[in-house]
């Protein structure tokens, strides 16, 4: 599977044009938002376990975010 990055890249190069909703999926994997997320839980010593942290409910709760 190719990177984000690499796909924007070669998206430019070839200059295919994306749909809005493919164009979002894209970005929200390589904005800065995700490292963000994660400094202000660290900062707030708030630190879920592994399991939780990755589970499809918290991940379903900070997706829109990055929007």
Excluded: C, K
């Excluded at 800065?32 to 409910?57: K, M, N």
């Amino acid at each position: 599977m190719r990177s984000h990055p690499v796909q924007e890249a070669e998206g430019r190069h070839s200059g295919t044009l994306l749909s809005v909703d493919e164009y979002l999926r894209l970005r929200r994997d390589i904005i800065g938002v995700q490292p963000t997320l994660d400094l202000a839980d660290r900062i707030g010593h708030y630190e879920l376990p592994t399991a939780l942290f990755t589970s499809d409910a918290v991940t379903a709760r900070r997706l829109p975010i990055r929007d």
